[in-house]
């Protein structure tokens, strides 16, 4: 039992740990996600700026179990000043599992060249135990680097859990690149979890 | 222990990411044509408000063409900059295209004789959900 809602905590986190969840206009962006418990590719393809369609294919080590999710994101508002951009999503998903499993849910940021703030709230059902998580972000560029370079983010995530009822707060390094983008967070419950971005 | 790693990782990647930034800014420095200073030049008697060094460097050894200086609003990091490279790489009539993240302008070079169309380049940068929010033309 413990375990089970310790692997669904990993999932939770696969799925907020994500940035920038949809591109420019017939952008497409290709996500990987690993961790002790589970690997996780997702792809999305953006029509316009607002609003990403994409698959996500999860492989469950714990349990040795294959799904998938059909995912669609919105960008339900978006504010642009010269120096900082707000946004707010609608993010969703259906899982291969059945129509009775999916997740809902808004996530949003602001952020300027040199802070990030970003939170996040969802709810999942399934046929296995229906629960909700948060998270709220906060984080600091060391340094702001110019178009090209590469672009060093220290994060640190709260979480709140429904299943474990638990908060847990941990540190996040985010570091891109032209189109690649990763990010390493540790916690001592989750160890290490790498997320990886592509952007074509 | 492994906080330990973590910490040691971080603090790696992080003198890294520095190293690498002042490499590049000295590179910058280097290439950086104290003659001409093209970035003072004033549009309509106002000052382009760009990086000079990003400026001239955008416009060394450009002749007979016509640099747009365009202002947008939310363009605050690297990676949501990227697909405004890409849609203006599209447009052939476009010789040069550079983005200037921390004046939050985006530098197109046409030849000259070209029409810059502004509302056409303020729906490229909206598709990438950015706010074109005003235009300087310079001729050199």
Known sequence: MGIKILFLFFVILSNNIEARPISYSGGSTLMGFSDNMMDSIYYHYSPTYKYSIGIESVQNKYFNENYSYIRFTYLLNRKNTQTSQRNLYFQSGLSSKGLDNYFYGVHGDWETRRWFLGFGLKEVESAYRNYSDKYYQVGVAPYLGEYGDLHTWILIKTKVNSLTNKTSTYPVLKFFKGNFLIELGYNNKTEWDTHLMYRF | ?140
């Open chain 2, 1 to 140: 222990m492994k906080k330990i790693l973590f910490l040691l990782i971080t603090f790696s990647l992080t003198t890294l990411a520095n190293n690498l930034n002042e490499e590049h800014q000295h590179s910058h420095h280097q290439h950086h044509s104290h003659e001409g200073h093209m970035h003072e030049m004033l549009v309509d008697g106002k000052k382009l408000e760009v990086d000079p060094i990003r400026f001239d460097r955008f416009v060394e050894n450009l002749s007979n063409a016509q640099i747009a200086v365009v202002d947008v609003n939310g363009m605050v990091c690297d990676f949501c900059a990227r697909g405004i490279e890409k849609a203006f790489q599209k447009d052939s009539s476009i010789k040069r295209i550079d983005v200037d993240l921390s004046k939050g302008k985006v530098l197109l070079a046409y030849s000259n004789g070209v029409e810059i169309d502004f509302n056409d380049i303020k729906k490229k940068i909206l598709a990438n959900g950015q706010n074109a929010t005003g235009m300087k033309v310079l001729k050199i």
